[in-house]
Each structure stands twice: as C-alpha cells, then as structure tokens.
C-alpha cells in the first residue's frame, strides 16, 4: 500500500494514467461525435445540413433513440428505505429508516434529479456512455465566541462551522470521464472527471498562491462541445478517485510542480467512488470501454440514407415530358401548368389529322420504367428498416405502429419480444438510479450533522406535547443518528431501494391490486374463524398474514396499516378456555329485557284496546273489515312477542368466554328458534287464509253495493220521469 501511495503521490504517475486512458478511448470519442451529428444531422465541423441535403436522410437513429427513451426513463423514481429484517425489528432501527427516507426523499427535490438522468439517458443511447457524480457540499460560516467576535483555533485562526449541507447530484459528459484499466467494474482503480475552473473557483479551492499559478484560457467557440464564456477564461483540472489508496487527487496539466490537492477518503463511502456504475449501452467482461448501439446497425443505416437519396431523385424525375414536331408551335404550351381547360387553334386540320394528331406529332417521356425502379427501392427500404428493427429489437409495435391484418396473438407476440429487449435496458437504468441514491443516503448518514438530519426528517421537537415526551423523543433521535453514522450497523439493518423509473401499467397495476385484495380476502375469511376457536394461534395467523402481504408489491402503501393490524391480534388479551359464564350478569340483562318486553306488550295491548273500540263504534257495512284489522293487529301483537322472545334468547348468549359450554345453549337457541319459524309459519298461512276470505267478503259487499246503487239509480230516472210531464 505504501507503494501504491508514493506512485500515485507523483504528478507524472497521473499524467501518464489519464493519457494512457485517453489512448485507449480515442476510437470511442470519435464513433461518439459521428453519431452524435447523425442524431441532429450536423456536419463534423458542428453546423447544420440545409433542408435540402437533410432530406437525403432517413434518420432511423433518431427515430429509434426517440421511442426508446420514454421507455427507459419517464418519471422521477422514488427512494424507499426498508428493514432488512421486518420482523425482527426494533423501534431505533424503524425510526432511522423513516428518518434517512425523509432525508433522501427532500434531497432528490433540491438536486434535480430529472434533468441529469435526462442527459444520462441520452448519452447511454448515443455514444453509449452514461455517467453521473454525487457530490457533498456544506458551506460555512464563521463562529462567534461569547464576546460576539469571531471564535479562534489555536492558531489564532477564525474556526469555521457548518452553516448549511446540500448534495449535487452531478452530469458528466461522456467525454470528461476516465477510468483505469479493468475488464468490469469491480476491477476499475480509479475514477476520475474533467471540471473547468474559472479563476475564483481555483482560489475557494486550492488557495490563492496556486490559483495564480494556473493557466486559463477562453473556449474555441468552433468546436462543438462548447461551453459557456467565462470571462478570465477557464482551467481544465482533473478530480481523481483512487480506490487502491483510497485518496482523491487533483490534477492540472498546466501546473508543473505537483497535484493540486490529496484527501483521504473524502465521502468515507462503502464503494469509495462517489459515481455509480456507469450506464454502458454494449458492454462484455471484456474491457469497460463501451459499444454505442447504433454501432449494430450503422452500415443498413447507411444504405438507407443511400437508398432514400435514390428515391429522392427518382421521384423528382417523374414528370410528364414530351416532345412535338417544331412546325406546331401551338402545341408548345399543351402542358403548361397554369393553362386549364382551354381549346388550342390548330392551322391546317387536315394536314395534322392525316399526321395521325396528337399521336403523330408529340411523342412522350417514357417513365414506367423509372416508376418501377422507384417501386422497387421503396421495397428495398422497407427490408432494410426490418433489419434494422430485428437487431435493435424496436419493432412496429413498440412505436405504436401496427397492421389491420395482425391478429391478437401476433401482435402480443411482437409486445412480448420487444419487452424482454427493452426490460434489460430498463433494469439497468433502474440499477443505475438505485445506485445513486444509495451514495446519496450514504453521505447523508456519514456527513450531515443532526441538526440538518433533523430538519430534512421533519423532526420537530417541540410537536411533543410536555417535557417529558420532548427528552424521550430526543433521546431516540440521537440514538437513530448513531445508528446511522454506524455504517456497519446500518448497512446491516436498512436497505435503499426505489420503485420504478418507468410509467406504470395501470392495467396491470390494478390486476395486481385485485389479486392482492382476493388473496388477503380469503385468506382473512378462512383465519377469523380459526382465531375464535384457537385464539392461542393469534399470533401465528398474523405472522402469516404479514409473510403473504409482503410478497405483494401492490401493498406497499398500506403495508404500515398490516403491520398495526398485526401488534393489534398479537397483544388481544388471552381468554380462559375454563372460564364460566357470568350467569348473573346474563340474568340481570335478561330480567331488563323480560321487563322491556312487559311493558311494551301492555302498550301494544292499550293500543290495540282502543283502536278495537274504535272500530266498534263504525257502521255495519264495515264490521267485516273491522274484523280484518283487530286479526291483524292480534298477528302483529303475536309477531311483536315472538321477537321480544328472540332477543332474550340473543341476552343468554352474550357471555364472553362461551367456548364448548356454548355449544348446548347455541343449540337450544337452534331449536327455539326453528319452533319460532314454524309458530311464525303458521301465523302467516292463518294470516293468508284470513285475508283470503276477507278479499271474498270484501268483493261481495263491493258487488251488493254496485247493485244497491243501480237500483238507486234506477228509482231516480223514474221519479225523474214522473215529475218532467207535470212540470
């Protein structure tokens, strides 16, 4: 290690690295310019191709980079702290969970994650090479002693404290990355980046002695990875991560005497490189260095932009051309576009109907055979772009593309085979974000102080209500930072993962639900019962509750409420299988019920009293359906009594711990009640027989009405007779 670290100590020992990298990637940069100007359709020098040579390309890379994308990156992910052990889980290790969420979740909002994985994604399409760097950055502020001068070291020296902590979630471009030699990332020593430093960025970061003696220059505006004007110019300083000595290195090509700066250990991360595994569009075992995707297909892109050159010129050359005998002048104008519809004079008709007309004096252009040429290489395209679709895997249907003619099957087919090409892509952008998150978490966990872990938590101590809670919850919290600052304890106990970069399938995500809800339904419905009867296997139901819920990512947002529900059946107060009924409570409730029931038959009885005394009191014509209502009021009376009956039968079965003792009450209730449907049976066929004949006696009264009236009517038209002729 010694060693390691006197080599990589000496300025030349990084020189030579970063040139030998450079060596090695320079075939890479310059396949990655090309297909950059193809993507935007430049010229190598950065400018545009007009509208008229751009329209002799058929950009099939822009196509397929443009279908992919959405595919591969279309919503912020989300970052989910878990319990590597849920069910073994203490309160500390659930709060420092909640806590580096919280954290995480607020940082991914300040550093704009979505517009550096944006151009992460478009450098893993292109050039093939995606990269981005996590960064600590606190800033400080003077300390003030007692007085309210600034406190000073031992050197007499202003101290400096914290004043605020952010993360920067860092682009880089492809072309600024380096990396030492290794076959896989496991085996890369070193990382390293290209950063442009103006003149007071040097100074803040080196010291004004060194910044004075670096060498700034303006950016050539001609080449095409321009950046911005700054005036003074800019120095290119490279930040080197070693993970063999586990230093970080600054070096500048302009300044001769020695790096800029060494740290050890800077981010005191696990992995020690502060970039996740970059994104490599074609990558082996082989070398790190990666293949751009449009290098599979490069040579039918470019008989494609040679077969559509072709087509172009092909399809300007069909027009109507001809040529007529010069002695006709008139004719000249035959196809003149602006001519219409008009009538051409044509001296000496006969003469030119003898020539044979029109036939024998103009002659056209053949173009059926430039027509078929054209056919045939509108053909010879559409093979080409199937060949470029079967090695890219973007088929029609990936692109929204389909054919009338394809049946269901065809077409799930072609979704199915697209999918698993696109599914490799996606778990890779997926891991890379992981990734960086992860770093993220890390620096927060060994760097932030608890005050700013505190504020990004959300943790607000005086949300308590009294002192004592206050001390209690601060004591936890102290105790979670330390777990959190204990990488071991913490690398042990909580892992950061996030859901998914791409658009869900809402489909799929509510037949996931649906599953989810129908298995935990049933599996509920089947534990109930077992519970009542065991309740020594509360426990083990929960537990098996909860080894079901997790296996569905779907219960994700509601795996919180699972776990209440759990604790819940787990802490259900143990009941003695032994315990006997409380008979004198049940009595008590039982003799209340009796005299509820007392009183409320007396009153139904009053009632019924005076409305029977009341119908009495009515004509004749209505005693048989006064005789109707006073059955009908009894039946009820009858029917009012058999529930008072069933609700006092329900009071003896109230006792709490009824385990086999209940058995023979509940069939005694089994049998009282079976005799209560038949008594109500009975009640109603004698209800029905008696509105039966209630109907039959109510029709005849009806009938002997209607014929009392007619004879009534009868009697009125005859005196009516009688008194018309007097009158």
């Known amino acids: 290690?010694?060693?390691?670290?006197?080599?990589?100590?000496?300025?030349?020992?990084?020189?030579?690295?970063?040139?030998?990298?450079?060596?090695?990637?320079?075939?890479?940069?310059?396949?990655?310019?090309?297909?950059?100007?193809?993507?935007?359709?430049?010229?190598?020098?950065?400018?545009?191709?007009?509208?008229?040579?751009?329209?002799?390309?058929?950009?099939?890379?822009?196509?397929?980079?443009?279908?992919?994308?959405?595919?591969?990156?279309?919503?912020?992910?989300?970052?989910?702290?878990?319990?590597?052990?849920?069910?073994?889980?203490?309160p500390i290790a659930q709060g420092a969970v909640a806590v580096l969420e919280s954290c995480v979740n607020y940082a991914l909002g300040e550093v704009d994650f979505d517009d550096t994985m944006e151009n992460v994604i478009l450098d893993y399409a292109l050039p093939g090479w995606g990269i981005a760097w996590v960064r600590y950055l606190p800033t400080f502020k003077t300390a003030m002693g007692e007085t309210g001068q600034p406190a000073l070291d031992d050197k007499q020296q202003p101290i400096q404290v914290i004043d605020f902590e952010a993360l920067g979630f860092d682009y880089i471009h492809w072309k600024d990355f380096r990396c030492g030699l290794g076959r896989y990332w496991k085996e890369v020593p070193w990382v390293a980046k290209r950063v442009y430093f103006d003149k007071q960025m040097a100074i803040d970061n080196f010291g004004k002695d060194i910044a004075d003696r670096l060498q700034y220059s303006t950016q050539d505006t001609s080449t095409r990875n321009g950046r911005p004007e700054v005036a003074g110019g800019q120095v290119e300083i490279w930040e080197i991560w070693d993970k063999r000595t586990r230093k970080a290195y600054w070096y500048c090509e302009t300044y001769p005497d020695d790096l800029l700066r060494t740290l050890d250990d800077p981010l005191r991360l696990k992995g020690f490189f502060p970039c996740p595994k970059?994104?490599?569009?074609?990558?082996?075992?082989?070398?790190?260095?990666?293949?751009?995707?449009?290098?599979?297909?490069?040579?039918?892109?470019?008989?494609?932009?040679?077969?559509?050159?072709?087509?172009?010129?092909?399809?300007?050359?069909?027009?109507?051309?001809?040529?007529?005998?010069?002695?006709?002048?008139?004719?000249?104008?035959?196809?003149?576009?602006?001519?219409?519809?008009?009538?051409?004079?044509v001296e000496n008709w006969q003469q030119f109907v003898q020539g044979g007309g029109i036939v024998g004096v103009v002659q056209w252009v053949p173009i059926k055979d430039v027509a078929a040429v054209l056919m045939q290489l509108l053909q010879a395209r559409e093979v080409c772009k199937a060949e470029i679709y079967e090695i890219t895997g973007f088929s029609d249907i990936v692109r929204?593309?389909?054919?009338?003619?394809?049946?269901?099957?065809?077409?799930?087919?072609?979704?199915?085979?697209?999918?698993?090409?696109?599914?490799?892509?996606?778990?890779?952008?997926?891991?890379?974000?992981?990734?960086?998150?992860?770093?993220?978490?890390?620096?927060?966990?060994?760097?932030?102080?608890?005050?700013?872990?505190?504020e990004?938590?959300?943790?607000?101590?005086?949300?308590?209500?009294?002192?004592?809670?206050?001390?209690?919850?601060?004591?936890?919290?102290?105790?979670?930072?330390?777990?959190?600052?204990?990488?071991?304890?913490?690398?042990?106990?909580?892992?950061?993962?996030?859901?998914?970069?791409?658009?869900?399938?809402?489909?799929?995500?509510?037949?996931?639900?649906?599953?989810?809800?129908?298995?935990?339904?049933?599996?509920?419905?089947?534990?109930?019962?077992?519970?009542q009867q065991y309740p020594e296997m509360r426990g083990l139901m929960a537990s098996i509750m909860m080894f079901t819920v997790r296996t569905f990512r779907a219960s994700r947002p509601i795996e919180e409420?699972?776990?209440?529900?759990?604790?819940?059946?787990?802490?259900?107060?143990?009941?003695?299988?032994?315990?006997?009924?409380?008979?004198?409570?049940?009595?008590?409730?039982?003799?209340?019920?009796?005299?509820?029931n007392a009183m409320r038959i007396a009153q139904l009885t009053a009632a019924s009293n005076e409305r029977i005394a009341q119908i009495n009191a009515n004509s004749d014509a209505q005693k048989e359906q006064n005789r109707h209502q006073e059955r009908m009021i009894e039946l009820q009376i009858k029917q009012q009594e058999l529930e008072l009956e069933k609700a006092a039968l329900q009071v003896k079965m109230t006792e709490v711990g009824i385990r086999q003792a209940g058995h023979g009450l509940a069939a005694q209730q089994q049998q009282h009640e079976q005799q209560l449907d038949v008594r109500e049976g009975v009640l109603s066929a004698q209800q029905q027989q008696h509105d039966q004949q209630m109907d039959q006696q109510q029709a005849a009264l009806t009938g002997q009405q209607q014929q009392h009236d007619q004879a009534q009517d009868r009697q009125e038209a005859a005196l009516g007779a009688q008194t018309q002729p007097q009158a």
């Open 456 to 531: 990004y938590s959300g943790f607000d101590i005086n949300a308590f209500p009294d002192e004592a809670s206050k001390q209690q919850a601060l004591a936890t919290f102290k105790q979670v930072v330390t777990m959190l600052r204990a990488e071991k304890e913490r690398c042990a106990q909580i892992d950061v993962e996030t859901d998914s970069t791409i658009l869900p399938d809402e489909a799929q995500e509510r037949k996931d639900r649906l599953e989810f809800l129908g298995q935990i339904g049933a599996f509920l419905q089947q534990a109930g019962p077992i519970i």
């Open 561 to 596: 409420e699972f776990e209440r529900f759990q604790k819940m059946i787990e802490n259900m107060p143990a009941q003695d299988p032994n315990k006997k009924p409380d008979d004198g409570a049940a009595n008590m409730q039982l003799e209340q019920v009796k005299a509820q």
């Open 1 to 90: 290690m010694a060693k390691n670290e006197t080599t990589a100590n000496r300025r030349g020992y990084w020189q030579e690295q970063l040139a030998k990298s450079e060596k090695r990637l320079e075939s890479f940069h310059a396949s990655g310019e090309i297909i950059i100007d193809k993507y935007r359709i430049e010229k190598t020098d950065g400018s545009a191709h007009s509208l008229k040579t751009g329209a002799d390309k058929y950009n099939i890379l822009y196509s397929s980079t443009e279908t992919i994308r959405p595919s591969l990156y279309a919503q912020t992910p989300k970052p989910v702290a878990e319990l590597r052990h849920k069910d073994r889980a203490n």
């Open 400 to 454: 929204g593309v389909s054919k009338a003619s394809e049946t269901l099957g065809a077409q799930q087919i072609k979704t199915d085979w697209a999918g698993s090409r696109l599914k490799v892509m996606q778990r890779e952008v997926q891991r890379f974000c992981r990734d960086a998150i992860r770093l993220m978490a890390e620096v927060i966990s060994e760097h932030f102080t608890p005050e700013s872990i505190a």
């Open 278 to 345: 970059p994104l490599r569009a074609i990558s082996t075992p082989r070398s790190m260095t990666p293949r751009p995707f449009y290098a599979q297909y490069q040579s039918q892109a470019e008989e494609m932009d040679n077969l559509t050159a072709r087509i172009r010129h092909l399809t300007n050359a069909l027009q109507v051309r001809g040529v007529f005998d010069g002695s006709m002048t008139q004719l000249a104008g035959l196809l003149s576009p602006t001519g219409g519809n008009k009538m051409i004079p």
